[in-house]
């Protein structure tokens, strides 16, 4: 039941660390107007996603309850595949991609959008901004993808998978 725990902290730690984040930096950033340049290629910002990644379907209509049940959705099959899994790298990358969606949800349900606040750009190019939770969930992503790869590796040399 160690992973169900693990899962439990990596939940905790990035749910908190972006609602106070967004506690922090927001204020900070009004107090500075519109962004607070932190380098040359880094700023925080104060911005209200209503949609998804980029801000894509932020027109749907019930567009909240429609992304949070979808992401709830996804977060139950992340969960299902975290409990049929041994492999230590998988229930990582499950756990970040469960607390990623569970933290946009929550901001979705309390808020009707997901607060983001790190924004780069460099040399006139610009990346949306994001925020803790995104990453997460990134994070989660390659890590599953390199579990993956490993174990297909694995698998294919006959090699003990120790990850």
Known sequence: M???SYLSAIVILIVLSHQLARLIIFPAVAAHGSFLEVTPFFSLV??????????????????????????????????????????????????????????????????????????????????????????AIVLGVFLLLFANIVQSLSARHGIANRI
């Open 46 to 135: 104060e911005v209200w996603n209503h949609g998804i990644s980029f801000g894509m379907a932020k027109g749907l209509p019930y567009g909240q309850w429609v992304l949070s049940v979808t992401s709830l959705t996804i977060t139950a099959i992340m969960l299902y595949c975290l409990h049929k899994t041994e492999n230590k790298l998988s229930i990582s990358a499950f756990s970040f991609v469960v607390a990623g969606a569970l933290g946009n949800v929550l901001d979705r349900i309390r808020f009707g959008a997901v607060a983001d606040y790190l924004d780069f750009h460099a040399f006139g190019h610009h990346w949306p901004a994001f925020n803790f939770t995104d990453v």
């Open 2 to 4: 160690m992973k169900y």
